[in-house]
């Protein structure tokens, strides 16, 4: 049975802006994981959140490539109002400005799933005891 690694946003995004300074490994990271044979794990508010930035950023032909290319091979967890519930409680708990709701509800799947490798360029998944992908 393959591992399940949770994506990120700032994993997702690195891999579509060639100008991102994670491009390179994101890539590299990306493509093995694949290769790998990995169960690729994300959620709905990752999702909503990567689609916000790309738009932003990078414009629409982002935001379908994404949708296109990156979400069919990936799993999404879909959050409901009791995980929003513990998240938001986790965040307001927390007091942490950098520390997002989306990260929290992130962090709340992996532990309920028993994930332990993020592909993420955040260094709060390592703050909460994450293994995070290395490039190769």
């Known amino acids: 049975m393959a591992s399940r690694v949770f994506i990120d ?31 690729l794990v994300t959620t709905n508010y990752v999702l909503v ?16 490539t994404f949708s296109q290319d990156m979400l069919p091979v990936t ?5 409901g109002p009791e995980q929003h ?3 938001l409680l986790t965040l ?19 532990r309920a799933g028993g994930i332990r490798r993020a592909f993420a360029f955040d260094q709060h998944y390592r703050e909460q005891g994450f293994e995070v992908e290395e490039a190769i």
């Open 75 to 79: 799993e999404i967890q879909w959050i």
């Open 49 to 64: 959140e990567t689609c916000a930035l790309l738009q932003h950023r990078l414009g629409l032909q982002a935001v379908h």
């Open 92 to 110: 307001l708990t927390a007091n942490r400005r950098q520390l997002s709701l989306v990260d929290c509800t992130s962090f709340l799947v992996m």
């Open 9 to 39: 946003t700032s994993a997702f995004y690195a891999i579509l802006d060639r100008d991102d300074s994670n491009y390179p490994q994101a890539g590299r990271i990306w493509t093995a994981l694949l290769d790998g044979g990995e169960a």
């Open 85 to 87: 519930g513990a998240a």
